[in-house]
């Protein structure tokens, strides 16, 4: 009988350590595939950034007076480029959106400007890239929310506060930054020409 007792106590033990290491593996993989998520939307964000200088030189060739709104986006890209977390980068990459839209609003009073190859060519890449940080957002968003129930379901809450598995943090767009970065290439008919300004000698 004693026999059978240790037998019965010997399996519980081990089923119980089983579970405990399939419970602490699942919260490993969960975060490992948060982290994963996370390089597809911190690949695109340094693409954006690096698209704006380019960008911004484009529309200073022939809008230079307008110069609070090329202050306004340069800066946005330098919050987006010191963020640290999935917030904060969250944060910035909204500012940076609204910024660009008045750019392109901008853009929009100058014909020569809105015909420009460069110009054309790189806004098609921010919304391309847009597009590509949309998709890893929902991808992102998804895996945490896996992750995060994990860390706080019973019985793997227990093992998330013993091992210090410590929620992870969503990137929310605003709902305003949720709409496509776009601008209409269109020239008015009765719009005068307009050049860049010429350079000093």
Known sequence: MAVV?????????????????????????????????WAGIDVQLKRRASLIPNLVETVKGYAAHERGTLEA????????????????????????????????????????????????????????TEDKIAYARQFYNTNVLSYNTKTQQFPSVILANMFGFQPAEFFEAEEEARQDVHVSFATPPAAPPTAPPAATP
């Open 73 to 128: 986006v340069t800066e946005a890209r330098a919050r987006l480029q010191q963020a640290g977390t999935p917030g904060q980068a969250a944060e910035a990459n909204n500012m940076l959106t609204q910024t660009l839209r008045s750019l392109f609003a901008v853009a929009e009073q100058y014909p020569n400007l809105k015909a420009n190859e460069n110009f054309i060519e790189l806004q098609r890449e921010l919304t391309d």
């Open 5 to 37: 007792i240790i037998i019965v106590a010997v399996v519980i033990v081990v089923v119980a350590v089983f579970a405990l290491i399939l419970i602490y593996n699942g919260l490993v993989q969960a975060r490992l595939r948060t982290k994963e998520a």
